[in-house]
């Protein structure tokens, strides 16, 4: 059978078709059997057209219509729709596709690319090098794309696989592994562990049961119920990790909650208040308000602006306490120095350097300096020299001695 055209508003039964299939306004194909409906050609709608069945051909091109296919879509080569829109109830194979309005498949979809500028959604598996969608993607199986730019929502419901995942408005995945960039101007979740290498998002950021990357940049709130392994976090607002948390740096301007550990080979600095569960080691720490942890470890500096709460203390190589600052829980250090107007606990250094009208209960240095009217409620052991003003108050009188105790840390 060679070139066939199916009349406005007619029904036909077809098998095979050695040429163009085309059909006019309102036509309908039925499958003769149980097998796709073969067309060696390209298949033309020009308004809404109805397949009954499966559908193989070389091309589809659809223009000012609904198409519907009630089995499965095979092409080689490329699907157009035009004004239009396109249901497949069944799978999708074709090299290309693009479509104006919406394209629906009920199982997976396969090709190089598709470009969809409403929406387009996938009861099954995606498979393709590009996904471009105007509006909104969404997948209820797995998705292995390399590139995904969609201007508003995309929801990928099983795991996801792809270089570039790149959003307007807000999008949510089921874990995987997105290799390059996530960038989303509004939300982004992932409801199982993820592997990342950079996150870039305007709004908040959520990894359900943890993941492992590498950069993180959110402008308001990044929350990981899991434990976390990454390079570097910049957060403008909350980072909030349910566990353990393991990287190089952390930036944060408002709050940090770790409820486990957090190791960083590098530094953390927080304009707000930080609250460790376990212990926090790092290279150096600044705080410009308020932190409380178990334990935290420094190799180089801590500087405290407000609150300092620890459980079994501070230790670092350099402790700077702001003006009024309070510090609950030991603090051990080679050069530690405290603000005016400080409230410490027991201090133990190799130098001290002490403010005007600082309380501290035990002190234990080799060099040690007390500004005016500093008060220390417990008792004072040095091993080289001691400074003091004439109006510090000392409830016992310092003493100098060759071996001080050993700290706790």
């Known amino acids: 059978m060679g070139d066939v055209t199916v009349p406005r508003n007619a029904t036909v039964k077809l098998a095979k078709v050695d040429g163009q299939l085309h059909l006019l306004d309102r036509a309908r194909v039925q499958s003769e059997g149980e097998s796709p409906i073969e067309v060696s050609g390209e298949v033309i709608c020009e308004g809404d057209a109805e397949f009954e069945g499966s559908l193989n051909c070389s091309r589809l091109n659809i223009e000012h219509g609904r198409v519907e296919i009630s089995g499965d879509l095979e092409t080689s080569g490329d699907i157009e729709v035009e004004r239009g829109e396109l249901r497949v109830h069944g799978s999708l194979e074709a090299g290309s596709v693009e479509v104006d309005s919406r394209l629906s498949v009920g199982k997976s979809a396969t090709a190089h690319d598709f470009e969809v500028g409403g929406t387009l959604d996938i009861g099954g598996s995606i498979n393709a090098t590009k996904v471009d969608v105007g509006g909104s993607f969404k997948v209820e199986g797995d998705a292995n794309v390399e590139d995904i730019d969609v201007g508003g929502r995309i929801q990928v ?95 944060i301007g408002g709050m940090l909650q770790v409820s486990g550990n957090l190791h960083l080979k590098r530094d953390l600095e927080l304009g707000g208040t930080a609250r460790i569960g376990g212990s926090l080691r790092l290279a150096s720490l600044e705080v410009g308000g308020m932190i409380e942890a178990d334990l935290i470890i420094a190799e180089d500096e801590v500087k405290i602006g407000g609150r300092l709460r620890t459980t079994r203390g501070t230790k670092a190589k350099t402790i700077q306490l702001g003006q009024r600052s309070e510090v609950l829980g030991v603090l051990v250090g080679e050069h530690v120095k405290i603000g005016d107007n400080a409230r410490v606990e027991d201090v133990y250094a190799d130098t001290l350097d002490m403010g005007e009208k600082v309380r501290a209960r035990n002190v234990y240095a080799k060099d040690a300096r007390f500004e005016s009217r500093c008060r220390i409620s417990g008792e004072v052991k040095y091993i080289d020299r001691i400074e003091s003003e004439p109006d510090v108050e000392f409830a016992k009188p310092p003493l100098k001695t060759s071996d001080l105790p050993k700290p706790p840390l």
Do not use: H, W
Not at 214 to 229: A, M, N, P, Q, Y
């Open 157 to 251: 419901n099983g795991k996801i696989q792809c270089e570039r995942l790149d959003a307007g408005g807000s999008a949510e995945v089921g874990g995987g592994e997105i290799s390059r960039i996530i960038d989303v101007g509004g939300s982004f979740r992932s409801y199982k562990p993820l592997k990342f290498d950079k996150i870039d998002v305007g709004g908040t950021a959520a990894l359900d049961q943890g993941g492992e990357g590498r950069t993180i940049d959110v402008g308001g709130r990044f929350e990981s119920k899991g434990d976390l392994t990454f390079e570097s976090i910049d957060v403008g607002g909350m980072v909030d990790i349910a566990g353990n948390g393991e990287g190089e740096e952390v930036d």
